[in-house]
């Protein structure tokens, strides 16, 4: 990904970088500037009464005018959506009963955590320079990320008793913390373990929280010697297949994280596979602006794969987990980052325990009968996405999309997501069509589903989509 895409070089093009300010005498000659305003405006202000007018500039509502030109084709879609991640809702097994419907799904990655945490997997005995591992815990859940057609996706993390004072501590040997990875990596990846290719390995999960141990990067407590043992234990281990691995897995996408990792693994001589983090926000313009943050920090310089390990509306459990709202987030946010990243892991596939309508999940506990959610529907949908996105022109204030071609089959993806968004009737054309009639379907998720044959005109059909607010909906056409 060195290329900067389209939609977000504008961005990019700054005429006048901060740093330059500091070049010459224009700060000083601005900073004056400003404090000379200020005590012009306090004096007006205060001294004589004087009334100054607050402008607001707001952007005028554009309604969405959809036209799609089935044979401009912008290449294979990359289903980045399709991973889904799993916390640390209970002890023991948590995803065997939920292979069947994840199944569906067509999960690429499953991400777990507390893989390495004694209350749940139990991989460590011994002590410092003895230490032996048992993964057969471990791998009933690995079996079950197996069953699902994906792959695993680990968090390394907690500490187990055997290597540190406490599950966020470092380790008291970081030799110990070596082997472990090492051991890990031979079993899933190794071609005489479970002989699994392409493994993520994704150093701890949010150090930079508290409760995960609030790692730095200096002091005694060093996420970069965190990584450096970690990525040297994994590029140690013997007779594997390929993997991945990396981090840092922060709770947002930081600068002085990010750029720090990158460079340290750089001196270093370690192999920093792919930069991930987290995102929960209900502003979906945010995931294509980590974007345009990664490439005005990188500049020219090459950048590793690219992973949102987990992301949903709110890092917070809401009774909007088990609404609609969280499947038009869903489909907003994964047109948010079309063609910018490698992978993304959904937070997360289950509830615990006892949470009611509040928890994070795609599917209720197995004590509440292990339901779907309105998410997994909008994953059901995000499922059967495939072919080549095709060239899409005329997406509104609130509501966007994009289109796919898989044949004769042309799908017409739109989501009104956004503050305020009101119910809209969207125009769709479909253009480039070969003569004959078509089977055109129009289909509102959790809403109205019709179809009707139409005949193309000068290659063209045109239909309505109508969409209320916070609503998914989709254009099929199929060649009759």
């Known amino acids: 990904m060195t290329e900067i895409p389209p939609n977000i070089a504008e961005e990019l093009s700054d005429p006048m970088p901060k740093q330059k300010i500091w070049d010459n ?18 004096y007006l202000v205060r001294i004589l009464s004087v009334q100054i007018p607050q402008v607001f500039v707001q952007m005028p509502y554009q309604p969405a005018n959809i036209v799609v030109d089935a044979n401009n084709l912008k290449g294979k879609m990359n289903p ?7 916390g640390g809702e209970e002890f023991g097994g948590m995803l065997e009963s939920t292979v069947g419907k994840m199944k569906a799904l067509r999960p690429s990655y499953i991400r777990m955590d507390h893989i390495f945490d004694d209350d749940y997997y139990a991989v460590v005995s011994g002590s410092s320079g003895n230490l032996s591992f048992d993964f057969s815990k471990l791998d009933v859940q690995v079996d079950a990320i197996l069953a699902m ?6 968090s390394l993390g907690y500490m187990p008793k055997a290597l540190a004072d406490s599950k966020i501590d470092a380790p008291r040997n970081w030799d110990d913390w070596q082997s472990l990875v090492r051991a890990t990596v031979e079993h899933y990846s190794g071609k005489a373990g479970k002989n699994i290719s392409g493994v993520y390995y994704e150093v701890w999960n949010e150090p930079d929280l508290e409760s995960f141990g609030k790692w730095t990067r200096g002091g005694d407590k060093n996420y970069l010697t965190l990584y450096e043992n970690a990525a040297r234990g994994a590029q140690t281990a013997k007779d594997v297949n390929s993997f991945f691995i990396g981090g840092p897995a922060t709770t947002d996408l930081y600068r002085n994280w990010t750029m720090d990792l990158y460079n340290f693994c750089g001196s270093h001589g370690l192999r920093l596979d792919f930069l991930s983090w987290h995102s929960y926000t209900t502003d979906v313009s945010r995931y294509s602006g980590y974007i345009a943050d990664l490439y005005s920090w990188f500049g020219t310089s090459p950048m590793p794969r690219l992973v949102i390990s987990e992301w949903g509306p709110t890092p917070e459990k809401s009774n909007s987990y ?11 946010a994964v047109r948010q980052l079309l063609d910018l990243v490698n992978l993304t892991t959904v937070f997360e596939i289950k509830d615990g325990p006892g949470q009611g309508n ?4 795609l599917l209720s506990h197995d004590t509440a009968g292990l339901t779907t959610k309105p998410r997994y529907q909008a994953f059901s949908w995000l499922a059967q996405v495939q072919g080549e996105r095709i060239y899409m022109t ?10 796919t071609r898989d044949g004769d089959k042309i799908t017409v ?3 009104n997501y956004g503050p305020g ?3 809209e009737a969207v125009p769709v054309e479909i253009t480039g069509l070969s003569d004959g009639n078509w089977d055109v379907m129009r289909e509102v998720m959790f809403g109205s589903k019709s179809s009707e044959s139409a005949s193309a005109v000068s290659g063209s059909i045109k239909t309505t989509l109508d969409l209320g607010s916070n609503q998914v909906g989709r254009v099929v056409l199929t060649k009759i």
């Open 25 to 42: 005498g224009l700060f000083i000659f601005l900073l004056l500037g400003n404090i000379v305003l200020g005590i012009i405006i306090w």
């Open 80 to 86: 980045f959506w399709l991973g889904f991640a799993q």
């Open 149 to 154: 057609g994906a792959k695993p996706f680990f």
């Open 322 to 332: 088990s609404g609609i709202f969280a499947a038009t987030h869903a489909f907003a």
């Open 358 to 361: 509040s928890g994070w999940g």
């Open 394 to 403: 005329g997406e509104g204030s609130n509501v966007t999309g994009w289109g």
């Open 413 to 415: 993806y739109l989501v």
């Open 421 to 423: 968004a009101a119910s």
